[in-house]
């Protein structure tokens, strides 16, 4: 049995030795398509932004010189809308009407809001605050200078990244091609989702939380659906998986008398890694590669393969994407109640986390344990109690991760 901290070495370091440098190659897709996605190429200002000094109120472009003292009467010189500039030059005594997105007009250095003014018929208006000198307005290459860096190779693709590479007119964009993870679930007890279990019967859930989550880590699922607990019908449908990029197995790994999952990953030359790890949930989690293809082994129970799947399957597929940041992404909390801790393993286990003051607060969320899934659902977070003696009393600080994050 390993550590969490070990095992999370031995995935990054194995991804990073197996994976050749072409792996995952680069692909071209349309902007639409991007969110989420793996930068492959580096993106800089393809101008300077604002590309002209511009209005960020609307009301009056003024010289400051002459608002100095207030009230003030200045004639009105013209207009400067978005998209169509006043051909006009304010001079001492005059201003020009302007709206937000609008460029100065020459002569200007203020823009005064419209709130601060009222208009003297028919042609002038009256200034009735002061304003610095650039005030109301954004400079030329206030924001970017053309040339500048703005996202780097190996940034994942978020929301306001999406809105740069429109603005900068990148229609096409380089990101990484998606890893293909293979998901097979395995048990004799399984039925389908859409039939009704019988006896000791129960649904699949683990395809479709792994699915969400590879969905999720921005890589492509490949369903192999149920496999049973005999080596004829594992060896089938682990040989289709070994041909995808990673092989995600659930169930089978632990030391029941039909888990056969680790045989036939001998059977196949899969070189296993680990086979334990010292959490809770999630100690039979299993990892190797074979040949190009990483391989796990996921403990069956659903909240199980979900922990361990955000541990250490999601910084394996971050690595090939060549992303920048690949480990799973904690946080640190404040423990509001006290939480007892386990002597052998490291506990993942579902929390309530809010931010209050200046602090995230968190507490463990009730649960029936490892198949407890709707125990989960109504958390909202993983919060981890380091393997140890005693009890975490509140007021503790501890790492969790964020359920938003899959
Ligand atoms: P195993 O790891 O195969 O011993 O399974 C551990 C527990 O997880 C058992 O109670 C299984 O019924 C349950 N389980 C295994 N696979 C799934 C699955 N795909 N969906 C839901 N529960 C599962
Ligand atoms: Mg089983």
Redesign the pocket.
């Known amino acids: 049995m390993i550590s969490i901290e070990r095992a999370l070495e031995v995935t990054l370091a194995t991804a990073e030795q197996t994976a050749a440098p072409d792996r995952m190659p680069v692909q071209t897709i349309p902007l639409e398509a991007t969110l989420g996605r793996i930068l492959r190429e580096e993106i800089r200002a393809d101008a300077d932004y604002p590309r002209f000094d511009k209005a960020i109120r609307d009301g009056f472009a003024v010289r400051f010189e002459d608002v100095s003292t207030v009230p003030a009467v200045l004639d009105v010189r013209g207009e400067s809308r978005a998209g169509q500039a006043a051909d006009v030059t304010v001079t001492s005594g005059t201003c020009c009407e302007i709206m937000t997105g609008a460029p100065l007009p020459d002569g200007a250095n203020a823009v005064v809001m419209v709130e601060h003014t009222e208009a003297v018929p028919p042609k002038a208006v009256r200034i009735l605050r002061s304003v610095r000198e650039g005030e109301g307005l954004l400079r030329r290459g206030a924001e970017l200078r053309t040339g500048e860096t703005v996202l780097t190779v190996g940034k994942r693709i978020e929301l306001a990244d999406i809105g740069t590479l429109a603005s900068f007119g990148k229609f096409e964009v380089r990101v990484s091609q998606k890893p293909r993870v293979a998901i097979l679930a395995?048990?004799?007890?399984?039925v389908e989702v859409r039939h009704k279990p019988e006896g000791g019967q129960i649904r699949n859930s683990n395809s479709y939380t792994l699915m969400g989550q590879v969905l999720a880590a921005g890589a492509e699922p490949v369903l192999l659906g149920i496999g049973r607990?005999n080596v004829e019908d594992l060896r089938r449908l682990i040989g289709e998986g070994l041909k995808c990029d990673l092989l995600l197995v659930s169930?089978?790994?632990?030391m029941?008398k039909?888990?056969f999952v680790e045989d036939v990953f001998a059977e196949y030359g899969v070189a296993v890694l680990f086979d334990s790890v010292a959490m809770k949930p999630g100690k039979p989690t299993v990892f190797g590669t074979r040949n190009d293809t990483f391989v796990f082994g996921l403990p069956?129970n659903p909240v199980s393969t979900i922990v361990a799947f955000r541990m250490f399957v999601t910084p394996v597929i971050q690595s090939l994407l060549k992303a920048t940041d690949r480990t799973p992404g904690t946080l640190r909390a404040c423990l509001e109640e006290p939480a007892r801790r386990d002597a052998s393993r490291t506990a993942i286990v579902p929390a309530l986390v809010h931010f209050e003051g200046q602090s995230y607060r968190i507490r463990t969320a009730p649960w029936k344990g490892s198949s407890d899934l709707a125990g989960l659902s109504r958390a909202n977070a993983l919060v981890v109690i380091p393997q140890g003696d005693g009890v975490l009393q509140p007021g503790d600080w501890v790492d969790f991760l964020s359920l938003e994050k899959l």
């Open positions: 395995t048990g004799d007890e399984l607990d169930g089978g790994v632990s029941g039909y888990d069956g």
